[in-house]
């Protein structure tokens, strides 16, 4: 089967065997998947002589079911996410613990997308928002529009901003009222968005140097406010903003608890709704319901589809530059 890998700095198609189905696992014929910018890009730059295999959020139809797999059907579609099991590829055996049932009214290009979406919902989750709070989002690309859209949802006071005007505008038409392209004005809004305290927390979704950054938003948030590294930022910023609001800087990884570990992700053992009530795959499954209630919108965000054989197209809009794109799905079949 073909799949899409990057080496030395370029996109490449690449045959890779049919993957195994270890018991837990179901296999999913592909078909979309979404490119994450921020970590596929880096992953590209930094790849060398040995392809490296790229990816890690889709939707398909199950073929397969291994042995063990509770509640999954030959011939549903599912969202699954957490790579090395699911990325660009024409098949992928996913651990059941990191599939979804996406339901037939739900657009599956919207659905590819769920590993993004649980990433998202995670990173409010660090920021322990509860109902009537406020949080600012920096950065509107598709990451950072996600968060938008899922606070705003949750009736948490929400405001966002991006130097990008086409980035703001369409979180504007997304339903967000207080979206900005310059940050002193977003300065001047924050005591009527936020009720005069400041913002209960920042999640910051850009990348780069942080100092800067993250020292301005020291000023948003309110005494003992919570700021929330979400994109691929350094971590420099004044301990001296630090210690005058005993603010909390937190860093959000992936989508939840699980992530990263084989007991959960390779062998499939779930943890105890009890005792971990949001898990990486009940991530994307509230992301899922979010779609099929149509309380957050995704389709507006994917500017580009690209047939998966010509996936080298789709990864030279965003090393190009090219203006006006936020969201890329891989097509296939």
Not at 114 to 138: N, Q, W
Not at 141 to 153: C, F, S, V
Not at 184 to 209: K, Y
Request: charged share 25%.
């Amino acid at each position: 089967m073909k799949a899409v890998a990057a080496r030395n700095g370029r996109i490449i198609v690449t045959e890779l065997d049919e993957p195994g189905l270890p018991s837990g696992h179901v296999l999913v014929r592909t078909e979309y998947s979404a490119i994450s910018p921020g970590t596929e890009m880096m992953m590209t730059r930094n790849s060398g002589d040995t392809p490296v295999i790229l990816g890690y959020n889709a939707v398909g139809i199950v073929e397969r079911i291994g042995e063990g797999v509770e509640g999954v059907e030959i011939g549903s579609r599912v969202a699954c996410y957490g790579a090395p099991y699911v990325r660009h590829a024409e098949r992928l055996a996913v651990p059941a613990n990191l599939t979804a049932k996406v339901p037939d009214h739900v657009d599956p290009r919207e659905a590819a997308c769920s590993g993004l979406g649980a990433i998202a919902i995670h990173a409010l989750r660090t920021a322990r928002l509860e109902f009537g709070e406020s949080v600012v989002v920096v950065g509107l690309g598709i990451l950072g529009n996600l968060i938008a859209q899922i606070a705003n949802a949750a009736a948490i006071r929400t405001a966002g901003v991006d130097l990008q005007e086409d980035r703001a505008a369409r979180l504007r038409e997304l339903g967000v009222r207080h979206v900005y392209t310059d940050p002193a004005e977003l300065e001047r809004a924050l005591p009527d968005i936020t009720g005069g305290a400041g913002a209960d927390a920042v999640l910051l979704c850009a990348g780069g140097p942080g100092e800067t950054l993250i020292n301005r938003a020291m000023d948003w948030i309110r005494d003992r406010g919570k700021i929330v590294i979400v994109g691929d930022l350094t971590m420099s910023f004044s301990r001296a903003a630090m210690f005058a609001k005993e603010a909390q800087v937190l860093i959000s990884r992936a989508g939840g608890p699980g992530r990263y570990d084989p007991g959960y992700e390779r062998d499939n053992r779930d943890y105890p709704i009890g005792y971990v009530r949001w898990t990486e795959g009940r991530n994307v499954g509230e992301f899922v319901r979010l779609l099929a209630e149509k309380r957050i919108s995704v389709a507006p965000l994917i500017t580009h589809e690209v047939p998966f054989d010509r996936a080298e197209e789709a990864y030279a809009l965003y090393q190009q530059g090219v203006s006006g794109v936020i969201g890329t799905v891989l097509r296939y079949g």
